[in-house]
Nanobody
Framework: QLRLVESGGGLVQPGQSLRLSCAIS????????IGWFRQAPGKEREGVSC????????YYADSVKGRFSISRDNAKNTLDLQMNSLKSEDTGVYYC????????????????????????WGQGTQVTVSS
């Protein structure tokens, strides 16, 4: 059974750090791309960062480049998002999403998945950045 479970959200002050984790189960190795998405109140969902399950092709939204870092551990079946220098505009519900495709993922298809979201979603974890 395909399953994604997020954890690690919370309330932090601006400038602080937070690390999110997504537990992955039921996905075949080397066949998927996975990423983090967020949705703030009253705003559309946006892709934050995505990574392929092999080759470590990554994509970051411009708003988080240099502050966020995505990492994947296939042995532990986890996806992490290290968020540094957090800003109030980073507040939102953060979701983990994954998708499959036949053949290799490319930089373009990873970005496309990050733009559109995957077919499988977790339940989300709340991140609030406020003083």
């Amino acid at each position: 059974q395909l399953r994604l479970v997020e954890s690690g959200g919370g309330l932090v002050q601006p400038g602080q750090s937070l690390r999110l984790s997504c537990a992955i189960s039921g996905f075949p190795q080397d066949a998927y791309a996975i990423g983090w998405f967020r949705q703030a109140p009253g705003k559309e969902r946006e892709g934050v960062s995505c990574i392929s399950s092999s080759d470590d092709i990554t994509y970051y939204a411009d708003s988080v480049k240099g502050r966020f870092s995505i990492s994947r551990d296939n042995a532990k079946n986890t996806l992490d998002l290290q968020m540094n220098s957090l800003k109030s505009e980073d507040t939102g519900v953060y979701y983990c999403s994954a998708d499959f495709k036949l053949g290799a993922w490319t930089k373009q298809t990873v970005q496309h998945m990050c733009d559109m979201g995957g077919a499988h979603w977790g339940q989300g974890t709340q991140v609030t950045v406020s003083s």
